[in-house]
Nanobody, 113 residues
């Protein structure tokens, strides 16, 4: 049974930082692509960042230089380090496995003073 479990969301002030984690079970990271998406209130879900098992990364223009995606193949965990957070980063953040098109349940990130 495949499970993607996100954690690390919460409320943070503008300029602050958060690290999201996605613990995966039942899937193989090798030859896979893992990613983070986000869905702001009333908007569509968009790609934030992705990473291959070999460590190649891709970022949305809006987060380049502020967010870093990384992967721990030994722990089957994907991370999203988010720095210099802005109110427009407020969204539910989802983890996704390209193989099998599996999604996590999402974790809320709210950036507000």
């Amino acid at each position: 049974q495949v499970q993607l479990v996100e954690s690390g969301g919460g409320l943070v002030q503008p300029g602050g930082s958060l690290t999201l984690s996605c613990a995966a079970s039942g899937i193989i990271f090798s030859r896979n692509i893992m990613g983070w998406y986000r869905q702001p209130p009333g908007k569509l879900r968009d790609l934030v960042a992705s990473i291959t098992s070999g460590g190649n990364t891709n970022y949305a223009d809006s987060v380049k230089g502020r967010f870093t995606i990384s992967i721990d193949n030994a722990r089957n965990t994907v991370y999203l380090q988010m720095n210099s957070l802005k109110p427009e980063d407020t969204a539910v953040y989802y983890c996704k496995s390209w193989i099998g098109n599996y999604w996590g349940q999402g974790t809320q990130v709210t950036v507000s003073s």
